[in-house]
């Protein structure tokens, strides 16, 4: 990939993107949150079981 090849894609996304409204913004914020949660939940879990089993 070249270097004219480079700019040519990075111009393609930066017409592509744009500011999120609140709505989309909120809504990226609640999953953010809820992946957080979930994996947080699940590191519990095995270090839970593990202090059961192992401890």
């Not at 609140?22 to 839970?48: H, M, N, P, Q, S």
Request: aromatic share 14%; no cysteine.
């Amino acid at each position: 990939m070249g270097l004219k090849e480079f700019f040519r894609s990075s111009a393609a996304i930066f017409r592509l993107a744009h500011k999120s409204d609140r709505d989309e913004f909120t809504l990226y914020l609640k999953l953010v949150v809820l992946g957080i949660a979930v994996v947080g939940t699940i590191g519990f879990l095995i270090k839970l079981l593990g202090a059961i089993f192992f401890g």
